[in-house]
């Protein structure tokens, strides 16, 4: 069930293929602030889950996030998502990231509840256009 205050979490180690100079977002071997955000949307989708529908998946469509420090290799990052809102398809989310120090960033999250062959088709319809 899609309930406000479901939550969920995904985690990940920083190592040499997630860091800014790895994904050329940045030059230091530091959690790189775009594999934060891919780790946020994990949590999500993990949150929703058990909560879809054969055929269904969803999409994020919005994102706002800070990155507020920075995390070393080998540090764990912990993302946290949280249901704030559900409006029919859409639900919203606040999103957390964290270090063994602390909170490395946080934010907010929209994503839509899809069919996912639909959605696909649509996709590649649009190589057609």
């Known amino acids: 069930m899609i309930a406000i205050g479901k939550t969920d979490t995904a985690q990940t180690t920083v190592n ?3 860091t800014a100079h790895a994904v050329s977002s940045g030059s230091l071997d ?3 602030t775009p594999m934060m955000i891919a780790l946020m949307e994990q949590a999500t989708c993990a949150v929703l889950a058990d909560c879809l529908e054969l055929g269904q998946t969803s999409v994020g469509t919005k994102i706002s996030v800070e990155h507020t420090a920075a995390s070393p290799l080998e540090m764990e990052i912990t993302a946290t998502a949280t249901i704030t809102a559900v409006n029919g398809r859409v639900i ?3 999103i957390t990231a964290s270090d063994a120090v602390g909170e490395i960033g946080k934010g907010t999250h929209t994503r839509v ?3 996912a062959e ?3 088709t649509k996709a590649q ?3 057609q256009s």
């Open 16 to 18: 040499e293929t997630n």
């Open 30 to 32: 530091v959690f790189a």
């Open 92 to 94: 919203d989310f606040d």
């Open 113 to 115: 509840i899809i069919d």
């Open 118 to 120: 639909r959605l696909l």
């Open 125 to 127: 319809a649009r190589l």
